[in-house]
């Protein structure tokens, strides 16, 4: 069976992280490789649990959702305690180390993502872009190039420079990570 | 090649949208509904661009009901909704199947029964999609599995409705309609317009056998008269209640899906040639199935898929050869067990017919149906 790069990004509604899967998975197509992407929400706007969750591969992708996560980005503690046990043993387990209090296991990665944002780009709501430079930095599932040109045809007028500064911010943050606990990279 | 036709990203129900667009619709009517929403954003601003009309109406029995006016009226309609709105489109689509109107009716379903689960996936409305409607009837009612399927089958939905003058249901569900993935469209294809009667309107009857199993529909405008009703009806369309008149018409009603099964019925398979076990699949659950097929193959089992594109009419003929091809047959849905129903009917206590189900908004996983495997 062709391998599968499984991704959860979960989180509260209005934090962008069903755009962030959204722009992951049409990198991963720019890439030339297959991808899927699917959504999990509430009826509410903002608020509410929400995730999305992307499947990269080579070869055909059957099942479209997350069987054992390679790669989870929590970004609430209700997201963290919902989905850090479907990650795999070797997976990585990306936080944000202010918004998820309790917090541990194998492959756990805590970072100032919101801080980053608001430090980059002016707002909090560029965490999903942190997140993507994060992916990025972390491991090699999709290249910058690709996420560079995903982001920038995602981003609402106005947006493109500061989701840029604030994807760039995220890329660079992964390198002040130890390359043991990058694992998978 | 053309920019639609690159390799990209799409979503299911875009892929709707674009099918329709292939498919040549004139008329989109539809009132907003999670999670078929994005058919009619896309249409309202890609449709009257092409010259067509998007109407938003002001609920779901209005929408169908402009649907089939502007069928009448020459024009390829359709409209999209979920469970909810396609409970209140009941009605209608019945009229369009008396009256013998074309039409493409989208249901994304979502779970139910009532307002359900506006944003999670199910399987309940299969039985609905077939028997929904009130009085004895034929129906058509496709199933994508994949975002290509989504695109290819409402391209066919089009062609079948106008073909057999009838409404045609695409059953979606929320994973499916959501679903995004890698896509290539392939070039559009021909539209093929409305055969006209070759008779002066004095002698055109809209309902006349003597025309064929489908006799042909003249777009209103044009200069042919006739009655349209959900009355029974004689063949220039007036309300009857002579035996002699209704039940020609009943039996060519049915005989115009019967007598044309091969033509409607899709069905795909994959490794049945040596298979002992056959899944039985529609929808999303397809992608499970095939995922736990091949996790099976790996270890030397011999699995098989059958994928149901067509769901109705139901492909006998296929499945009941199951009865005398493997020796256990299993059946995943997302609901409590519908199409399993027709499946042990047509194979007849031959083989078992095993259901596996997930009903409360996920997706049937494909250990679900590894297990059975084992049993």
Not at chain 1, 59 to 76: E, F, H, N, Q
Not at chain 1, 82 to 89: A, P, S
Not at chain 2, 15 to 21: D, I, M, S, T
Request: glycine content about 10%; charged content about 20%.
């Amino acid at each position: 069976m062709a391998s599968r790069f499984e991704v959860c990004l979960a989180g509260q509604g209005g934090q962008g992280l069903i755009l962030a899967g959204l722009i992951l998975a049409e990198a991963a197509v720019l890439d030339g490789k297959n991808a899927t992407m699917t959504q999990s929400y509430g009826a509410e706007q903002r608020g509410g649990a929400s995730h999305s969750e992307v499947i990269i591969s080579d070869g055909d992708i059957d099942y479209p959702r997350v069987l054992k996560t390679d790669l989870l980005v929590a970004l609430s503690q209700e997201a963290f305690d919902n989905f850090h046990h479907e990650v795999k043993k070797e997976g990585i387990i990306l936080t944000d180390s202010h918004l998820v209090e309790k917090k541990s296991g194998d492959g756990l990665i805590a970072l100032p993502i919101v801080e980053t944002a608001k430090g980059a780009a002016g707002s909090g709501a560029a965490s999903n872009m942190v997140a993507l430079g994060l992916i990025a930095g972390l491991t090699k599932i999709v290249s910058c190039k690709a996420l560079h040109k995903a982001i920038d045809a995602r981003s609402p007028r106005g947006t493109q420079r500061s989701n840029r500064w604030a994807f760039k911010a995220g890329f660079d943050l992964a390198k002040t990570i130890s390359p043991k606990a990058k694992r998978k990279a | 090649m053309p920019d639609n036709q690159k390799p990209r990203l799409m979503q299911g129900n875009e892929a709707v949208a674009e099918g329709a667009l292939a498919a040549g619709i004139g008329f989109y009517a539809g009132y907003p509904i999670s999670p078929a929403n994005e058919i009619s954003s896309i249409l309202s601003a890609r449709l009257p661009r092409k010259g067509g009309i998007f109407l938003q109406m002001e609920d779901e029995i209005a929408s169908i009901a402009a649907v089939i006016g502007a069928s009448l009226g020459g024009a390829r309609a359709a409209t999209a909704t979920s469970g909810p709105g396609f409970s209140l489109m009941q009605e209608n689509i019945g009229y369009a199947v008396a009256a013998e109107i074309p039409c493409v009716v989208i249901n994304v379903q979502r779970a139910g029964p009532s307002t359900g689960q506006p944003t999670s996936p199910s399987q309940g409305d299969v039985m609905q999609s077939r028997w929904g409607t009130h009085g004895d009837h034929p129906i058509i009612v496709l199933c994508p599995s994949s975002v290509i399927e989504c695109y290819l089958i409402t391209l066919r939905a089009f062609n079948l409705a106008e073909k057999y003058r009838i409404p045609v249901i695409i059953l979606m569900d929320e994973v499916v309609g959501h679903l995004r993935e890698r896509v290539e469209l392939p070039p559009p294809e021909e539209v093929v317009a409305r055969p006209k009667p070759t008779v002066p309107p004095e002698w055109y009857f809209p309902y006349d056998e003597a025309a064929g199993l489908v006799p042909p529909l003249v777009s209103f405008g044009e200069g042919y008269r006739y009655h349209v009703t959900g009355l029974y009806h004689d063949i220039a369309g007036f309300p009857t209640q002579r035996e002699d008149e209704i039940e020609p018409w009943f039996e060519r009603l049915f005989e115009k899906i019967e007598a044309n099964r091969e033509d409607i019925i899709q069905v795909d398979e994959e490794a049945m040639e040596d298979a002992e076990v056959a899944l039985v699949a529609y929808g999303a659950p397809v992608r499970s199935a095939r995922h736990a097929l091949r996790l099976a193959r790996e270890e030397g089992k011999a699995v098989g898929l059958i994928k149901l594109l067509t769901l109705w009419p139901f492909p006998e003929a296929r499945i009941a050869k199951l009865g005398h091809q493997v020796k256990k047959i299993i059946v995943p849905e997302m609901n409590r067990g519908q199409m399993v129903l027709e499946v042990q009917r047509v194979v007849a206590g031959r083989r078992p017919v095993i259901g596996v189900n997930r009903v409360g908004g996920q997706m049937v996983s494909p250990y679900q149906i590894l297990e059975l495997l084992e049993a």
